[in-house]
């Protein structure tokens, strides 16, 4: 049971690049979340999913595309990268009834 | 927004209590207070949650008022590993509303 499994740690990004941030869950969670940490910052929901098919925008989508095809992965997609979007990305898993359980983050720089 | 709202910062000495508040005044009758916390930059960690009744586990307690329009953690003996953000959150328990919003929580130092 490994949790919340987010890849890669580490990004280095140039203006206009696209990339898709993996996230992995293996507790058959139906809902997931992307969240973004700017440096001293509290978390911003970017978007998230109530189950398979199914997403919903959060406080901060402007910039990413995401998409459940399983219930098990939630990859969030950057179209073309801005020295904005620099920040740490979390991931998170939640069942109905339970806590909900966060990856270590990805750390994105946009240079 | 987020519908808490909680002192930027406290310290508190170690070995003593610390007691942390949160108000949340326009909670709702099935809306659970959860409580999380960051050390540095890991991902936020489960710590208590509870509805109207005063919750304890082996991290901490959770006191809520009778109104239930605030809560308080207590860390009943702060060490310093204890030192991080703490977010307070309104969420329905296993219901179906999908968002999970955090505030910017409160940033706890615990001093020798």
């Known amino acids: 049971n490994a949790g919340v499994t987010q890849t890669p740690k580490f990004r280095i990004l140039k203006i206009g690049q696209s990339m898709t941030l993996q996230c992995t869950q293996d507790m058959n969670h139906n809902y997931m979340y992307w969240y973004r940490q700017d440096p001293g910052m509290g978390l911003k929901l970017i978007y998230y999913s109530v189950g398979a098919g199914i997403t919903d925008k959060g406080e901060v989508p402007n910039g990413y595309n995401v998409s459940r095809s399983t219930t098990e992965d939630f990859p969030l997609r950057l179209e073309l990268a801005a020295p904005s979007q620099t920040s740490v990305y979390f991931c998170?898993?939640?069942?109905?009834?339970?806590?909900?359980?966060f990856g270590q983050g990805t750390r994105l720089t946009v240079v | 927004d987020a519908k808490t709202t909680q002192p930027t910062s406290m310290d508190c000495a170690e070995g003593r209590a610390a007691n942390l508040p949160c108000n949340h005044s326009?909670?709702?009758?099935?809306?659970?207070v959860y409580w999380y916390r960051q050390i540095h930059s890991q991902g936020p960690q489960y710590i208590i949650h509870?509805?109207?009744n005063n919750e304890t586990n082996e991290m901490a307690s959770l006191i809520i008022t009778e109104d239930r329009k605030s809560s308080t953690l207590i860390l009943p003996h702060a060490t310093l590993r204890d030192t991080a953000v703490y977010y307070c959150?309104?969420?329905?328990?296993?219901?179906?509303?999908?968002?999970?919003?955090f505030g910017k929580g409160t940033k706890l130092s615990v001093k020798p």
């Open positions: 326009t909670i709702s009758g099935n809306e659970y």
């Open positions: 509870g509805l109207k």
């Open positions: 998170a898993s939640l069942g109905g009834d339970t806590e909900a359980f």
């Open positions: 959150i309104v969420r329905v328990y296993g219901g179906s509303q999908g968002n999970l919003i």
